[in-house]
Structure formats: C-alpha cells, structure tokens
C-alpha cells in the first residue's frame, strides 16, 4: 500500500485487511469500518476531505445500500429529493435556517 500512497491501521489476517480498520486513500479519503479478505465488507464510513460522507453496508468491496451526507449536514435522498435538482440551490439557507423577517440581512458587505 505505500507504493501506491495509500494506508491502513487495523486488523488483519494472513497480511491482508480483516476486521475493523481505517484505510486512507492517496487522495485522504478514508474509509473507517468493517472489512473482510482485503476488501471492505460489512458497515463502514467513508469520509472525504470535503466533509461529505458516505455510510453504507458493503459486500465484497461493493456498496450495497447506503446515505451520503454532504459537508454542509444536508442528506441527499435517491427518490423524493425536493431540493437540488441540479439547477437551483438559491435558498438553502432558507430551508435549513427558515424565513427571516423583512429588513433583517443574514449577510454584510464589508
């Protein structure tokens, strides 16, 4: 794994990942959870260096089902997701944060 930048702390059986661990990417991306014959395998966490992660159940290296959270604590939803369709994100503070009253600015120009 240091050949390719890569590491990882945790359990291991017959020199390969098995069990609990943290495997960092080259790309500081880590994944935290179970695995199992070198492979992530079972419940695990990737966190990327933005503040997204991903939870999910994991079969053989394969992301069977999981939930991606963004960096700002929104979670994006597969089906029914009524909010960044991917051509307007102009009133996410709106949403999370609800209606100001009129004449008071959330923001200040310095």
């Known amino acids: 794994m240091e050949f390719i930048g890569s590491s990882y702390e945790g359990d291991t059986k017959n020199g390969r990942m098995h069990g609990k ?8 991306t880590k994944y935290v959870g179970e695995t199992k014959d070198g492979m992530f395998h079972g419940k ?8 997204t992660k991903y939870e999910a159940t ?3 290296g394969i992301a069977k089902q999981g939930s991606l959270t963004l960096a700002n604590g929104l979670e994006y ?6 909010y960044c369709d991917g051509y307007d994100r102009r009133f996410y503070s709106e949403r ?5 009253p009129a004449g008071h600015c959330s923001s200040i120009n310095s």
């Open 58 to 60: 994991w079969e053989n």
């Open 44 to 51: 695990g966490v990737l966190h990327f260096p933005n503040g």
């Open 21 to 28: 661990g943290e495997y960092t990417f080259h790309t500081e």
């Open 77 to 82: 939803k597969e089906l029914d997701w009524d």
């Open 96 to 100: 999370c944060n609800g209606l100001k």
